[in-house]
């Protein structure tokens, strides 16, 4: 390992207690030891010791680099031809999720909007060869700030439906606070979109800017793009992986296979970990791939970097807490991380403060009236606007509905739109197990001459699915049909 004021130990709170250890570590071992026996010996140690099927997305993500490497090399192994069937499956997908996403970001190009790729996507395209090892069945792209909305519409208006349930007309006044927006469509096509490289709580303005000054172009499924560059994609790996637990492992291959192409400006990448505060995560992702993988890290940067992470104060027990595998947690750690992790959430809602106050009308139970609606539940219908409320600059509706519940807790979610405009969301949680029949009544306030002609009420999932295949996902999530029992329109003067 490269010599620094001190050694890094493995014991808390000292950087190499974060590192990843047992299986983990032997996975990322085979992917990463540049002695291919010692690499091959760590999987074969792997898999004589775990079910592949019983491990989880995060282990099957680093297996795929494994079988990309070894290839027939262990075919002798029972466990080889499941390992080279998930190898293959894994590819696929990330082949479909591409070719779904192909079109969107053409369109995306086309209508003027720089594309910039990030993780997985940023390394196939500086590399396509890391294609067959490198699972990526989401596509991250970011775009400036100036241009959110364009690609925003893009996307809206190519039947790419948000992953968190709500409507257009909802986010698109809020996009300037919206860090990035998970899009699916179709059965793989998967694309996040990003305004801002990083997570709100690394947070740089004058580093933003640079990121997109430092870029480099490439070509990616023949279209014409952008990617960080080297220094930016170790930055990127760490900010985006390092303090998640080791929820996904590969950003630390990201991160080795950018150090190994040997192109990193070491006094930019010290300055971005300065900047946006990753001199934790850093240390632990650095030291250990000197110490463990020999990826050779130069000692002044590890030392510069350690030497940050040092400075850091409290929140270095924070950071390292959130660095270490979750696979290593035990009781009073699990807490702890946990308590490490809203502190950082609290500190990102505080950024969101940013955003356009959001109207929420809060549902409660009523007796059933009588009412003229619609014959038959729906998930969207109309709100004619009374002739006399056309001429009054307010209005305050009196709305009451009808819906049949499933038998479980829930949030029943809806809104009322008008055209482009989002007036607001109508909101009531369902506490009780019980199914049946269930009365709402909302009561709110809406600006009438912006209502775009008549008003229409919607319901919506509390969490969006690509597939909705489980009648318990449709019964907890799923947006709930309803029927209009009565409208009333009160002119405010």
């Given amino acids: 390992m490269a010599p620094t004021s001190r050694r890094i130990g493995r014991r808390f709170p000292d950087y190499g207690w974060a590192w990843p250890t047992n ?25 004589d010791a775990n079910d592949i099927d019983a491990v989880e997305f995060r282990e099957h993500r680093l297996l795929a680099a494994i079988a990309d490497r070894f290839g027939k090399a262990l075919a002798e192994h029972a466990a080889y031809p499941r390992l080279a069937g998930l190898q293959k499956m894994l ?9 779904e996403a192909e079109p969107a970001l053409k369109a995306i190009v086309e209508a003027g909007v720089p594309i910039m790729l990030l993780k997985g996507a940023s390394r196939i395209a500086v590399d396509p060869a890391a294609q067959r090892g490198r699972v990526a069945h989401d596509i991250d792209i970011l775009v400036r700030p100036e241009h959110m909305a364009a690609a925003f519409d893009v996307l809206r208006h190519g039947d790419w439906q948000v992953s968190t349930g709500v409507s257009p007309q909802y986010l698109k006044p809020r996009l300037a606070a919206v860090r990035s927006m998970n899009f699916f469509k179709g059965s793989y096509g998967d694309i996040d979109l990003h305004q801002v490289a990083y997570d709100w709580s690394q947070a740089d303005a004058v580093d933003d800017a640079a990121l997109w000054q430092r870029a480099s172009p490439a070509s990616f499924s023949g279209l014409d793009v952008l990617v960080p560059s080297a220094a930016d994609r170790v930055t990127l790996a760490i900010g985006h992986g390092g303090l998640d637990a080791h929820t996904h492992s590969d950003w630390l291959v990201d991160t080795a296979s950018a150090i190994r192409a040997g192109s990193i400006d070491w006094s930019v990448l010290g300055d971005i970990v300065a900047r946006r505060h990753l001199a934790v995560p850093a240390a632990v992702a650095l030291s250990y791939l000197e110490a463990e993988m020999a990826v050779r890290v130069p ?22 807490l959130q660095a270490k595998p979750r696979t290593d947690f035990k009781g009073l750690t699990w807490l702890s991380r946990g308590v490490a992790k809203q502190l950082r959430m609290r500190k990102k809602r505080a950024v969101r403060e940013r955003e356009l106050p959001g109207v929420e009308w809060h549902g409660r139970r009523t007796q059933a009236v009588d009412g003229v609606g619609a014959a038959a539940p729906a998930l969207s219908q109309q709100l004619p606007l009374p002739q006399a409320a056309t001429g009054a600059a307010q209005a305050e509706l009196d709305i009451v509905v009808q819906m049949d519940v499933p038998p479980v807790r829930r949030r029943i979610e809806m809104e ?3 055209g482009e405009c989002h007036f607001a969301r109508l909101r009531y949680r369902k506490l009780g197990k019980s199914g049946g029949r269930l009365t709402l009544r909302f009561r709110g306030k809406i600006r009438v001459d912006q209502a775009d002609g008549a008003l229409v009420l919607s319901a919506r999932p509390s969490r969006q699915f690509r597939q909705w295949e489980h009648e318990q996902t449709v019964s907890t999530y799923g947006a709930v049909p309803f029927r209009i029992v009565s409208v009333s329109v009160s002119p405010l003067r």
């Fill in 23 to 47: 299986g983990l570590d032997r996975l990322l071992k085979a992917v990463l030891l540049p002695d291919h026996e010692a690499a091959q010996a760590q999987v074969l140690r792997w898999l």
């Fill in 91 to 99: 590819w696929t997908k990330s082949r479909l999720a591409m070719r």
């Fill in 299 to 320: 000692s002044e940067v590890l030392e510069r970097v350690v030497g940050m992470a040092d400075r850091t104060g409290a929140s270095r027990i924070a950071s390292l």
């Fill in 416 to 418: 009322l739109n008008g």
